[in-house]
């Protein structure tokens, strides 16, 4: 096969296995402000995928049981006006984010 067929033959390609994410360590209390905080203050140089996944659990394991998780599809309303973090996550090592108003 010539080398524009090797490089465009999707059949060549190998589905790379499931990453294996290590289990949040006990004790974890960290959210994802509190990882920002500490790169801010010099304390970290950056937050890696498995310190991201951990603060979003412990986060979601603050939410009362009662309370229903919003789920992809959900419209929602403010009341009033709030300033809102976000972060975006892209299949490419990258993660970016910001502050918005929800008006």
């Known amino acids: 096969m010539c080398f524009l067929g090797k490089l465009f033959d999707r059949r060549t390609k190998q589905a790379e296995p499931p990453v ?12 994802y402000a509190d990882l920002m905080a500490e790169m801010k203050a010099g ?8 310190e991201m996944d951990w603060a979003r659990d412990y986060e979601r394991s603050l939410i009362p049981a009662a309370m229903r998780f919003p789920q992809k599809g959900d419209l929602y309303e403010v009341l009033q006006d709030m300033e809102v973090e976000f972060m975006t996550a892209w299949a490419a090592p990258f993660t ?8």
């Open 96 to 103: 970016g984010g910001g502050k918005g108003m929800l008006i």
């Open 20 to 31: 294996e994410r290590p289990p949040r360590p006990d004790g974890w209390n960290l959210t």
């Open 43 to 50: 304390k970290r140089n950056s937050v890696g995928q498995p």
